[in-house]
C-alpha cells in the first residue's frame, strides 16, 4: 500500500518544482524584457535626430547674427538644457520601469513622452547654432535612470517627490538662462520660456499626484549633482 503513496507524493513534488520552474521562467523572461524595453528607450534618446519640422517655439522669429562669443555661450546653455532633457528622460523611465502602480506607470511615460518636445527643441537650436550636444549624455542618462529606479522602489510619494525636486531646479536654472539670453535671441528665448512653464506644471502634477519634500541632504547631493552635469555640460 505504501507505494502508489511514495509515487504519488514524488509526482506532487515534480509538479510543485515544474511549476515553480516555470513561475522562475517567466519572471526571467519578464525580467529581460523590460531591460530591453528600457535599453531601446534610452539609445533613442541618445541617437535622437532633431526634426526642424517639428512645432516649436520661437520659430517664426527672425535669427540673429550673434557674436562669436555670444554664439559659444548660447551653445552652452543649450546643451546645458538639451543634458537635462536627457537626464528627465532617464528619471522618468527608471521610475516608470520600477512603478508598481499601473497608472502610475501611465503618467511618468505621459510626462516622458512630453519631455521629447523639450529635447527636440534643444536640439534644433543647437543645429541652429552649429553646436552639439554634450559627450557626457550616456553618463548622465544612466545616472538619472538609476536614481529614478531606486527612488521608485520606496514607493509613489517619495518617487514624485524626486519629480517635484527635480522640475524645482530645472526651473531655477532655466530662468538663469532667460536672463542671461533676454530678448537678444529670441529664439532661444521663447523655447527657454515654454521649457521653463512646462516644468513649472509637470512639478505640480507630482505635488498633486502625492509628492512629498524630500529631506535636505538629499536636496543638496540633487543639487551638487546638477552643478557638475551644467559645468560639464557647457564646455563639452
Not at 509637470?202 to 519634500?213: F, S
Amino acid at each position: 500500500m505504501s507505494q502508489p503513496n511514495e509515487t504519488a507524493f514524488l509526482e506532487f513534488i515534480l509538479y510543485r518544482i515544474g511549476a515553480k520552474m516555470a513561475r522562475m521562467r517567466k519572471q526571467l523572461q519578464h525580467g529581460i524584457d523590460a531591460i530591453l524595453v528600457e535599453l531601446d528607450r534610452g539609445l533613442k534618446t541618445l541617437s535622437h535626430r532633431s526634426d526642424a519640422n517639428a512645432k516649436r517655439p520661437g520659430s517664426t522669429e527672425a535669427d540673429v547674427n550673434l557674436s562669436d562669443e555670444r554664439k559659444q555661450h548660447t551653445i552652452g546653455l543649450m546643451r546645458i538644457n538639451h543634458t537635462g532633457e536627457v537626464c528627465a528622460q532617464a528619471l522618468y523611465n527608471g521610475q516608470a520601469m520600477m512603478a508598481k502602480d499601473e497608472k502610475t506607470r501611465a503618467h511618468l511615460l505621459e510626462a516622458a513622452s512630453e519631455e521629447q518636445d523639450h529635447l527636440n527643441w534643444c536640439q534644433v537650436r543647437l543645429d541652429e547654432l552649429g553646436g552639439k550636444t554634450s559627450i557626457s549624455n550616456p553618463l548622465w542618462y544612466a545616472h538619472s535612470f538609476v536614481l529614478g529606479a531606486v527612488a521608485a522602489k520606496f514607493g509613489d510619494p517619495v518617487s514624485y517627490g524626486f519629480v517635484v525636486e527635480t522640475e524645482r531646479q530645472v526651473e531655477s536654472h532655466l530662468q538663469e538662462h532667460i536672463e542671461d539670453i533676454g530678448e537678444s535671441d529670441k529664439r532661444s528665448l521663447r523655447i527657454l520660456q515654454q521649457m521653463q512653464a512646462d516644468e513649472i506644471r509637470h512639478g505640480e502634477n507630482a505635488k498633486q499626484a502625492g509628492g512629498i519634500e524630500l529631506p535636505q541632504t538629499v536636496k543638496n547631493i540633487m543639487t551638487a549633482m546638477s552643478k557638475i552635469m551644467k559645468f560639464v555640460s557647457y564646455r563639452v
